[in-house]
């Protein structure tokens, strides 16, 4: 059974950072995308930041203020959010592309973890 666990969220004024972390866990033989995605309340869910085990991408929105980065020891990913402005308010999902032990790749998701900008 894999899990992905999400940490980091909570309310920061606008113009502060926060770290999220989502670890993923079980029988994995290998992963190959990281990434998260958020939705606000009324708002479908979008991607904010992916990496796969060869490169990076962004959504706009997150271009120049987010830096998403892999531990893959560790089964880790990490988004750096700087810069926060209140329309990144949001629930933060981690999303991972993950191939368990007899097992063909799946998607996983976390259970989110809630960001608050707001002063």
């Known amino acids: 059974q894999v899990q992905l666990v999400e940490s980091g969220g909570g309310l920061v004024q606008p113009g502060g950072s926060l770290r999220l972390s989502c670890a993923a866990s079980?029988?994995?033989?290998?992963?190959?995308?990281m990434g998260w995605y958020r939705q606000a309340p009324g708002k479908e869910r979008e991607l904010v930041a992916r990496?796969?085990?060869?490169?990076?991408n962004y959504a706009d929105s997150a271009t120049g203020r987010f830096t998403i980065s892999r531990d893959n020891a560790k089964n880790t990913v990490y988004l750096q959010m700087n810069s926060l402005k209140p329309e990144d308010t949001a629930a933060y999902y981690c999303?991972?592309?993950?191939?368990?032990?007899?097992?063909?790749?799946?998607?996983?998701w976390g259970q989110g973890t809630q960001v608050t900008v707001s002063s």
């Open positions: 079980g029988n994995i033989v290998s992963i190959n995308t």
């Open positions: 990496a796969t085990n060869s490169n990076t």
């Open positions: 999303y991972a592309v993950i191939m368990a032990m007899r097992d063909i790749s799946r998607s996983y």
